[in-house]
């Protein structure tokens, strides 16, 4: 069984910097897609961004050019470098792995409260 635990949460001004950090642990490793979704008050959940093994990053057009993931595979680990953060962008940020891909079933972290003042 595969546990992700998040951290990196905060609460920030408008246009400042947080990174948030998600590390898998338990077996079997090597997470094939891992990413990040958030869930707003009120609102449903949203993808924000992922890193498939062999791929390329993916991102929701809402943070292009402002969220940058990464992944080490040593540590199993994925990092969201979230920059020129905007009020809109306040949620919970849940950390999602899945070994078929990510929109398939996998396994979610306990979220990161992100908060972004104006």
């Known amino acids: 069984q595969v546990h992700l635990v998040e951290s990196g949460g905060g609460t920030v001004q408008t246009g400042e910097s947080l990174n948030l950090t998600c590390v898998a642990s338990g077996s079997p490793t090597n997470v094939f897609a891992m990413g990040w979704f958030r869930q707003a008050p009120g609102k449903q959940r949203e993808y924000v961004a992922s890193?498939?093994?062999?791929?390329?990053?993916d991102y929701a057009e809402s943070v292009k050019g402002r969220f940058t993931i990464s992944r080490d595979n040593v540590v199993d680990a994925i990092y969201l470098q979230m920059n020129s953060l905007k009020p809109e962008d306040t949620g919970i940020y849940y950390c999602?792995?899945?070994?078929?891909?990510?929109?398939?079933?996998?396994?979610w972290g306990q979220g990161a409260q992100v908060t972004v003042s104006s």
């Open positions: 890193v498939t093994l062999g791929a390329g990053a």
């Open positions: 999602k792995g899945s070994f078929r891909g990510i929109w398939s079933s996998g396994f």
